[in-house]
């Protein structure tokens, strides 16, 4: 019986979060992706976040998602009046929050995957068995341990 390789799949798994960690604001301490899953040692990286402007903000989450009507037209320069203005202030308040968010991270690593996995498969339906576990490393010691069994 010959078995189908999946190899190919880790440098997915590895593309997508390099590719994410550029956008959101998490720092990868380290990362391993093994042959049905794969550890990665996260950031979050506040201080990156909170220096963002408005328009790195919509920016950013427009590389993620379409954004909403009103982002869109904060993106083409269209001018806003003072209450759209506001409002968008609120929804980027938000969006600033999931991108240093490990929870949105993950999902969108995940999704998009799984996405490619079920399109290659001819397939849909689940990928992943369950939803992904964290573990805060609260002090130098156990990031260094942790980083140390990854590497």
Excluded at 24 to 52: P, R, T
Excluded at 80 to 88: C, F, G, I, S, Y
Aim: proline share 1%; hydrophobic share 45%.
């Amino acid at each position: 019986m010959h078995r189908r390789s999946f190899e190919h799949r880790k440098q997915w798994i590895e593309d997508r979060l390099l590719e994410l960690a550029k956008v959101f604001a998490l720092d990868i301490c380290a990362y391993a992706v093994m042959s049905n899953h794969y550890h990665v040692v996260l950031h979050i990286n506040a201080a990156q976040s909170e220096a963002w402007t408005l328009r790195e903000v919509v920016g950013r989450w427009h590389q993620l998602c379409k954004g909403s009507p009103l982002s869109q037209r904060f993106a083409r320069n269209e001018a806003l009046n003072a209450a759209e203005l506001a409002r968008l202030e609120e929804v980027v308040t938000e969006w600033r929050a999931r991108l240093m968010d490990i929870s949105c991270f993950m999902r969108m690593v995940n999704e998009s995957i799984a996405r490619q996995a079920n399109r290659e498969d001819g397939c849909t339906g689940s990928f992943w068995e369950g939803r992904f576990k964290s573990q805060a490393l609260l002090d130098e010691r156990a990031l260094s341990a942790c980083i140390a069994m990854l590497t």
